[in-house]
């Protein structure tokens, strides 16, 4: 007969905080015609910690625009490029 444990486990210094909206976003996989990859560095400081993230490029989609739009104006504004989408994935 095998053992058995049961864990109940309970985060009691980070909180359960409930939000109530949601945040339509773009991101994307980015290449270029020689297939390298680009992603974004991004440096945080806070309840967490320090820590720096490398992330697919993106953001928030703004009131009365498409994803297409979002994401181009969004790829312009991190990294400084024009593209051509290619396909969606999500």
Same mark, same amino acid.
Request: charged share 40%; aromatic share 8%.
């Given at each position: 007969?095998?053992?058995?444990?049961?864990?109940?486990?309970?985060?009691?210094?980070?909180?359960? *905080?409930?939000?109530?909206?949601?945040?339509?976003?773009?991101?994307?996989?980015?290449?270029?015609?020689?297939? *390298?990859?680009?992603?974004?560095?991004?440096?945080?400081?806070?309840?967490?910690g320090?820590a720096v993230?490398?992330?697919?490029?993106?953001?928030?989609?703004?009131?009365?625009?498409?994803?297409?739009?979002?994401?181009?104006?969004?790829?312009?504004?991190?990294? !400084?490029? *024009?593209?051509?989408?290619?396909?969606?994935? !999500?």
């Amino acid at each position: 007969m095998e053992d058995e444990l049961i864990l109940e486990l309970k985060d009691t210094e980070w909180p359960y *905080q409930y939000t109530d909206h949601d945040r339509n976003i773009a991101r994307a996989i980015v290449y270029d015609d020689e297939k *390298q990859l680009y992603f974004v560095r991004a440096e945080r400081n806070d309840e967490f910690g320090k820590a720096v993230l490398i992330e697919t490029a993106g953001g928030g989609v703004e009131d009365g625009e498409d994803l297409n739009t979002a994401i181009k104006r969004e790829l312009k504004e991190e990294l !400084g490029v *024009q593209v051509e989408i290619i396909c969606k994935i !999500g």
